[in-house]
């Protein structure tokens, strides 16, 4: 799984088809772009701030986090939801 997947999934399914990814997503960039962390996973608000906030967090994952492997997107994930 890559950004580029996860992009493309959410760009044929919405946002809400990669929730449980995008909330892995929000907590390895919440310090990076807090505002956009929190906006990624607001489930009440409109579509398109989060089609936006993913933009920005993907950015943040990818200038700070430059040795992220989308295969520990995946273990945070898993660990996450089995919590």
Do not use: C, K
């Not at 993907?58 to 945070?76: G, Q």
Request: proline share 5%; charged share 20%.
């Amino acid at each position: 799984m890559t950004l580029e997947s996860i992009a493309n999934s959410i760009a044929e399914n919405g946002t809400s088809a990669e929730a449980p990814v995008l909330e892995a997503m929000a907590r390895l960039a919440r310090t990076y772009a807090p505002g956009a962390s929190a906006a990624l996973i607001d489930w009440s608000g409109p579509e398109v701030v989060r089609l936006r906030a993913f933009v920005l967090v993907a950015r943040a994952i990818s200038r700070h986090l430059p040795e992220f492997d989308a295969a520990d997107l995946l273990d945070t994930t898993a660990a996450a939801q089995a919590a």
